[in-house]
């Protein structure tokens, strides 16, 4: 019985170790334009803001409009103490849906990547 206990405390422990180190990953906190949004003005710039500070070097965001076709989009910088990452959109974006896809590289270390989409209305 005191082995049982034993072992069900180091998995308990190991179990929320992990859990820590999984918190420390920069997760995609807000966007502008929001993701799933709907917005009458093209924007001439988005802004990612992350749980965690980046490594611009290794962070970076690519949008597709409508016709599948990659937008362009100017270098990448970062604002809010390194937790938000800013893409100026070099191309006119006319209405339609826009994906979004990122990748960063947190200051700790961990890599991240996903993808939203918000919608440019006439």
Same mark, same amino acid.
């Given at each position: 019985? %005191?082995?049982?206990?034993?072992? !069900? ?8 170790? +992990?859990?820590?180190?999984? @918190?420390?990953? /920069?997760? @995609? ?10 917005? $009458?003005?093209? %924007?001439?710039? @988005?802004? +990612? *803001? ?5 490594? !611009? ?8 409009? %409508?016709? $599948?076709?990659?937008?362009?989009? #100017?270098?990448? /910088? +970062?604002?809010? #103490?390194? $937790?938000? !990452?800013?893409?100026?959109? *070099?191309?006119?974006?006319?209405? #339609? ?7 960063? +590289? *947190?200051?700790? #270390? ?11 209305? %006439?």
């Amino acid at each position: 019985m %005191p082995r049982m206990k034993t072992l !069900l405390l180091a998995a308990a422990m190991a179990s929320i170790a +992990l859990a820590g180190q999984a @918190l420390a990953h /920069a997760h @995609l906190k807000s966007s502008a334009p929001a993701a799933n949004s709907t917005v $009458k003005q093209a %924007p001439s710039v @988005l802004d +990612l *803001s992350f749980t965690e500070s980046l490594n !611009l070097k290794f962070s970076g965001a690519t949008v597709t409009g %409508p016709d $599948k076709k990659t937008i362009k989009t #100017g270098d990448a /910088a +970062l604002a809010d #103490g390194d $937790k938000t !990452l800013t893409v100026p959109v *070099s191309d006119k974006l006319a209405p #339609g849906t826009y994906t979004v896809e990122w990748h960063v +590289l *947190s200051t700790d #270390g961990h890599k991240t990547n996903g993808s939203y989409s918000f919608t440019i209305t %006439p």
